[in-house]
């Protein structure tokens, strides 16, 4: 019994005693955790890619958080992998577009990552519906667990104008 309070009271000295990181010590372990998560992530965009043009809404719910929110536009949020899947599943209804992304920056501290980039899609004609292009941006927030990066909120839109609105109806 002594001997476990001699190792607790040892233990809490030793680190009481470690000096605080200073700002350049945080910055430099910032930039090189950023730098290994963006490798992490771009990898884990070119896998985003290659689902979507493969239509596999499953893959592309592995790449998120079990609890992880997908915000996309026009839409309203949808909360949880297994709802995740089924709102890509339902946007792959359209046909598998061809995704390209660039990776702006991504800024990591610990086991957070805050992705911002810009994409393009393309979508073939299919069902009636003609082929479309978009560009835009988006952030997305990654979360480390177990050594491998997750998404935990995904939002992105358009660079394309909104539609102008619908004209007014007439009253007689």
């Known amino acids: 019994m002594k001997r476990t309070a001699a190792l607790l009271v ?3 000295f030793a680190v009481a005693c470690q000096k605080a990181e200073t700002a350049e010590q945080a910055s430099a372990r910032m930039q090189a955790e950023s730098d290994s998560a963006k490798a992490q992530i771009e990898q884990s965009m070119a896998a985003f890619a290659r689902y979507a043009g493969a239509s596999q809404a499953d893959s592309l719910a592995t790449l998120y958080a079990d609890d992880a929110v997908l915000m ?4 309203s949020a949808v909360t949880g992998r297994a709802a995740i899947r089924d709102a890509y599943a339902g946007m792959l209804q359209a046909g598998a577009p061809t995704l390209h992304f660039n990776v702006l920056s991504v800024v990591a501290n610990g086991p957070l990552a805050v992705e911002r980039g810009t994409y393009h899609m393309t979508t073939p004609a299919s069902a009636g519906q003609p082929a479309s292009a978009d560009s835009g941006k988006y952030l997305a927030r990654w979360q480390r667990a177990d050594g491998q990066w997750k998404m935990v909120e995904d939002i992105w839109n358009s660079d394309a104008p909104a539609a102008p609105p ?7």
């Open 166 to 172: 619908a004209p007014a109806r007439r009253r007689s």
């Open 10 to 12: 040892v233990t809490a």
């Open 72 to 75: 996309p536009p026009n839409m």
